[in-house]
């Protein structure tokens, strides 16, 4: 099952994206792409942001190493936490990002998500 809801997206920076408007059901994951993405069912990013691999004394930096996601519940916290887990794979097109709710019970509420990375 995918995010619910419809995102808002503002590009805050060049290298920083706020989603707002979404959430996740009980035990469900959705997922982010940068635009154009090649992963089905993934919520695109803007075209300006453009998170690339870099180069850092001698090593290459992918975009799972480089690609920072917060994330703040907005509106009615629940009572108990609900977790999330993030997890980013994949390289250029394909790179994504999986948002997971890990309570099989409780639906979150609205999440704030910042987007960003570092180069």
């Not at 995102?7 to 996740?24: E, F, N, P, W």
């Amino acid at each position: 099952m995918a995010f619910t809801g419809t995102a808002v997206k503002t590009q805050i920076s060049d290298r920083c994206v706020r989603v707002t408007g979404l959430s996740l059901a009980a035990a469900a994951s959705g997922l982010f792409g940068l635009f154009g993405s090649t992963v089905v069912g993934a919520e695109a990013l803007p075209d300006g942001f453009n998170p690339k691999p870099y180069a850092y004394q001698g090593d290459t930096i992918p975009l799972t190493e480089s690609v920072r996601v917060t994330w703040n519940f907005v509106g009615d916290a629940p009572a108990t936490a609900v977790p999330l887990r993030i997890v980013k794979s994949g390289t250029g097109l394909a790179f994504q990002i999986e948002v997971t709710n890990e309570d099989g019970a409780a639906a979150t509420p609205e999440i704030e998500f910042y987007i960003e990375f570092r180069d």
